[in-house]
């Protein structure tokens, strides 16, 4: 079964870290670049980072030396996480996991909200 399943987001103050984690269920995700992605109130989802299957990582200019992604292959589960630092308001968007490659995603999770406030 292919399954997204996103956790760890939160309210956090600016400068604040936050590490979230996608737990990416079926066989489709073990050898598949993976990212991360985000869609703030309003605006349409956009990149934020990806990795593939051998490590190599890329980041959108605006998370540069902030946020790392990273990956775990378990058996049946790839897990994707990404270590968000010295977050700022403008990171304040639905956090979602899914295959890098648009033609080859599986359907959505249900993302993690990420509020960073004072």
């Known amino acids: 079964q292919v399954q997204l399943v996103e956790s760890g987001g939160g309210l956090v103050q600016p400068g604040g870290s936050l590490r979230l984690s996608c737990a990416a269920s079926g066989s489709i995700f073990s050898k598949s670049a993976m990212a991360w992605h985000r869609q703030a109130p309003g605006k349409q989802r956009e990149l934020v980072a990806s990795?593939?299957?051998?490590?190599?990582?890329?980041?959108v200019d605006s998370v540069k030396g902030r946020f790392i992604i990273s990956r775990d292959n378990a058996e049946k589960t790839v897990y994707v996480h990404l270590q968000m630092n010295s977050l700022k308001p403008e990171d304040t968007a639905v956090y979602y996991c899914?295959?890098?490659?648009?033609?080859?995603?599986?359907?959505w999770g249900q993302g993690t909200q990420v509020t960073v406030s004072s």
């Open positions: 990795i593939t299957s051998g490590g190599l990582t890329n980041y």
């Open positions: 899914n295959i890098f490659a648009v033609g080859r995603r599986a359907s």
